[in-house]
Every structure is written in structure tokens, then in C-alpha cells.
Nanobody
Framework: QVQLVESGGGFVQAGGSLRLSCAAS????????IGWFRQAPGKEREYVLG????????IDSDSAKGRFTISRDNAKNTVSLQMNNLKPEDTAVYYC?????????????????WGQGTQVTVFS
């Protein structure tokens, strides 16, 4: 059974940093692009940042630009999301998702597998 497990969430003061990790049990992890999404209470799930299956291409969103970076280690089946200069509006549950595609996509319904999410709370 395929599993994606996020970790690294928590409470952080505005301006601080967090590093989220996504560990995958996918045997063919290298065939999947990975996207990070987030969902705040009462809002739709939104795309944050994604990385292609080789790690050579990243696709960001306006919310992530200049503050968040993504990386992957295919040998360890992990993807990391480094979030800097966090703002209260970044507060949400963060999910990683896997898609069998060359590059990540911004539409949540495109993804094949999802993790359970990790809560990020940024206080001012």
C-alpha cells in the first residue's frame, strides 16, 4: 500500500522557518513528481510548490515565491519543503501528493496519492 507521510509541522513565530518532510513508500518513487499543497480552515486546497520526478524542475506559486524551496532525495524517497519568512497567512494543514507525471501540476485532482497532512501554525 502506498503511503505518503508528512512531518515537521508545528508552531512558529512570524518570520521564522520550518522544514517539512514527505516520506514515501512508493517503490517507483522516482517516477512521481511531488507537489505540496495546503488548506486553511474554510478555504480550498491550494498548490504551494512542486518538484519534478528527477528534481530538475520546480514549479512554484505566488505564495511560495522567494520564501519556500523544495528538494528531493530519490535514494531516500523523501521530499523536503523549506519554508522561510513565514507569515500568519501561511497557517494551514500542509499535504504532500504524488503524481505519475514528468512535472508537478497545480490541480489537486490530478494527483494519485496524498499524505494525511501536517499542521503549520504561524503566530504574530
Amino acid at each position: 500500500q502506498v503511503q505518503l507521510v508528512e512531518s515537521g509541522g508545528g508552531f512558529v513565530q512570524a518570520g521564522g522557518s520550518l522544514r517539512l518532510s514527505c516520506a514515501a513508500s512508493l517503490y517507483t518513487f522516482g517516477r512521481y513528481s511531488i507537489g505540496w499543497f495546503r488548506q486553511a480552515p474554510g478555504k480550498e486546497r491550494e498548490y504551494v510548490l512542486g518538484i519534478s520526478r528527477t528534481g530538475g524542475t520546480t514549479i512554484d506559486s505566488d505564495s511560495a515565491k522567494g520564501r519556500f524551496t523544495i528538494s528531493r532525495d530519490n535514494a531516500k524517497n523523501t521530499v523536503s519543503l523549506q519554508m522561510n519568512n513565514l507569515k500568519p497567512e501561511d497557517t494551514a494543514v500542509y499535504y504532500c501528493a504524488a503524481i505519475a507525471a514528468l512535472i508537478p501540476r497545480k490541480v489537486p485532482d490530478s494527483y494519485d496519492y496524498w499524505g494525511q497532512g501536517t499542521q503549520v501554525t504561524v503566530f504574530s
